[in-house]
């Protein structure tokens, strides 16, 4: 019998070293067969995953051995931590490894806005040379609004500041005196504020039932007509009918998305906007953010397998 599940595909050094101490099982589909899940997952103590493999109330009942579950990442979406904990398993994840390549990717989605970079590659690389056709527009001067100010939003918006970007951010979890705002000299304000003052909006909101649809057709008609949006976060905090109609209509004028309400999408109108830059969850595959998050859930898997309490739990048990 394995010691340690790994139902997605996460892999390198570190979980190497993890197989040289205990038994593996490396089965990267895993994620798309939720019955197989539920059976090969009631005989093992560790299990890994990324985002994709639903960890419901149903998984953790059949998981009798189960004792520590290793989220390669930060979103708990997909998993029912009370189930785990009700099951006494620890929940293990990796808030901070992966923040500063979704930051980065965040700023690279902006310029690709402002700059119509994939187009303009797209456009010479047909073997035109067409200097008109990709004006821009300048981030110095502009204001760079984060929707949720955790680690990430901080990191994106202290990145943007680089550019001589203002700041305004908007967190209910934040109050003004916030030293992580002061650090950014940003201004906290409501989000309508946010929306009708950024020129640039980045979405930084972890998926749960107050964030679902949030951007929506009111939201987006509260955004500046030359307003682009970003979001490397979670897909379900926007309504994608209601971003087609904004970005046809322009009532903003652009819009990123690394990250979407269904993953994998089915192909729609989505896919045929010119003003819409899309990326397929991306956002955390660096090689250095995909080896500390790897390392950070071996090292605690490991740890909670020996009989350690983890570093990381997101739980009490
Ligand atoms: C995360 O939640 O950390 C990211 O979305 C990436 C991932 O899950 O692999």
């Known amino acids: 019998m394995p ?5 997605e595909n996460i892999r390198g050094a570190a979980v190497d070293a993890l197989a040289s101490r205990f038994e593996v099982q490396f089965l990267p589909d895993l994620w798309k067969d939720p019955e197989e899940l539920k059976q090969l997952v009631a005989n093992v103590r560790a299990l890994i995953v990324r985002n994709q493999t639903q960890l419901t109330a149903d998984v953790f009942a059949a998981a009798k051995k189960l004792v520590v579950v290793g989220r390669a990442g930060v979103g708990l979406d997909n998993v029912d931590v009370v189930a785990a904990t009700k099951a006494r398993v620890v929940i293990t994840s990796t808030p901070d490894q992966n923040a ?130 970003i979001n490397t976060s979670r897909g379900e905090v926007v309504n994608e009918s209601d971003l087609i109609q904004a970005l046809k209509s322009r009532t903003i004028a652009g819009a990123a998305l690394d990250v979407r309400a269904k993953e994998p999408p089915q192909a729609g109108e989505l896919e045929s906007l010119p003003n819409l830059i899309l990326t397929p969850h991306v956002a955390a595959f660096t090689k250095e953010a995909q080896t500390r998050v790897t390392n950070t859930i071996c090292e605690d898997v490991a740890r909670v397998l020996n009989g350690q309490p983890a570093q990381n739990a997101v739980n009490r048990i």
């Open 100 to 229: 500063i390549s979704v930051a980065e990717l965040a700023i690279g989605l902006m310029l690709s806005l402002a700059r119509l970079i994939p187009a303009a590659s797209a456009d010479t690389r047909q073997g035109n040379w067409n200097r008109q056709g990709f004006f821009g527009t300048e981030m110095y001067g502009k204001t760079f609004g984060i929707v949720g100010a955790g680690k990430i939003g901080f990191l994106a918006a202290r990145r943007a500041q680089a550019f001589g970007m203002k700041i305004l951010a908007y967190d209910p979890y934040l109050s003004p005196d916030n030293i992580l705002l002061a650090d950014l000299n940003a201004q906290l304000v409501d989000l309508d504020f946010l929306l009708a003052h950024a020129d640039v909006i980045s979405c930084h909101l972890p998926a749960t039932p107050a964030t679902n649809g949030i951007f929506n057709a009111e939201r987006f008609g509260k955004m500046k007509p030359t307003a682009t949006f």
């Open 3 to 7: 010691d340690i599940l790994i139902s």
